[in-house]
């Protein structure tokens, strides 16, 4: 019996990767005021900052973008994406758009007022900003386990059903709908049970209350529960996937995951309610609802991925490089958040760098040394992300504080998984030298994307 996993896949087309060195990585990370997102890609060695349209397309996807049709209204691409969809999921209304966070933005536009609480397991960040840019609250409610980053659960992503429970009862006249992220992509690409999705809806259900589904990662969040839920071992990932769909009544996604293209999204609907208003808005602000924002050829490449996302042996490869990178992490002795989610490894920052106090952005910190050492960048899932610069002066901090290293799809091979590990155990054997970061600019939203920094990690 072979145990290696290998990659399911050969290699078509390449693209060369420049290799650079410290000297170059210093200068060019004080350029970039020490926000690797201000980093020009081709100054990066291996691109961990996300999983989010960067994986690679297949050649049957690439083979559809032939068949693109460019019909402004009523485009045969987008009835093939339909279809696809509606098979999936069993919602009556899809609608595309051009990424994730449009989908969100229009239906939080058209379901959500000032003073409305939404729940969820974890809000990832355009989720949260989205809300809050309507006026309303974002309350994370995801089980105690998963803001512990090594204590084992098999279903870190679960919400918490008591507090659920309790927010209900005390406001549920503000809450339009509840939410759940699947994978829990900012807790740790943790994943959520079929029983505890079960008992959410039950629970919203008591009130009358919609779900929402924020399906990036479905298909991970799929495969885990085969691997792990007790008597789901001998299903589909598909049907898995139709079970979770039909215990929502919409879902918004970004297709950047899951879905294997470099663009795209939709907001799928089973409820009437708010479809009229969401296309009304989706025309203003996205296109007509027959391509939302996309071109025919990308409706194509999203049906076509949309089905290779749910391949098991895919699959299966695909969760076990998330694993075998946090296998090489512990050996190296560098916390990670245990047991590994399914498109990233999340460092411990605050255990990476136990000199460094939050004030000075352990997870930030991490990252800058992380690119400047080995060309490898990563993104900061901690305070700049999460946290906040308050009106009246004050700093609000993230409970954990993390460094998401997210591999792309389909992308990189076996030896470029083992380069970093090499490079992040080495660090962690000199992490004393790096030293904090302080942000001297930023903006109001979404602040880590553009945020300025002074100090610290780059040194002579
Ligand atoms: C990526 C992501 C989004 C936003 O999608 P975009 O395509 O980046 O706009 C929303 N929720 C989760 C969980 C995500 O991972």
Redesign the pocket.
Known sequence: MIHTIIEPFRIKAVEPIRISTRGERKGWLEEAKLNVFQLPADRVLLDFL?D??TGAMSAKQWGAIMEGDESYAGSRSFFRLEAVLKDLTGYQHIIPT???????HILFSVATKRGDLVPNNT?????RANLEYQGAEAIDLVIPEGLQPRTHHPFKGNIDLARVADLLEREAHRIPFGMM??????GGGQPVSLANLRAYRELLNRYGKPLIL?V??YAENSMFIKLREEGQQDRTVKSIAQEMFSLADGC??????DGMVN???FLALNLGTWVEAAKTLLILTEGFPTYGGLAGRDLEALAVGMEEGLNEDYLRYRLRTAEYMGEKMKAGGVAIVEPTGGHAVYLDAKDFLPHLSVEQYPAWSLCNALYLEAGIRSVEIGSVMFGRHNDDGTESYHTMELVRLAFPRRMYTQSHFDYAAEAICELKARAHEVRGVKIVKQAKYLRHFTAEFESATVQA
């Open positions: 996300t989010s349209g051009h990424q994730g966070r449009a989908a969100e809000h990832f960040d355009t989720t992220t699947l994978t829990n992509n900012s924020d990036c990662r918004t996604m970004s297709a950047k995951k663009i795209g999204g």
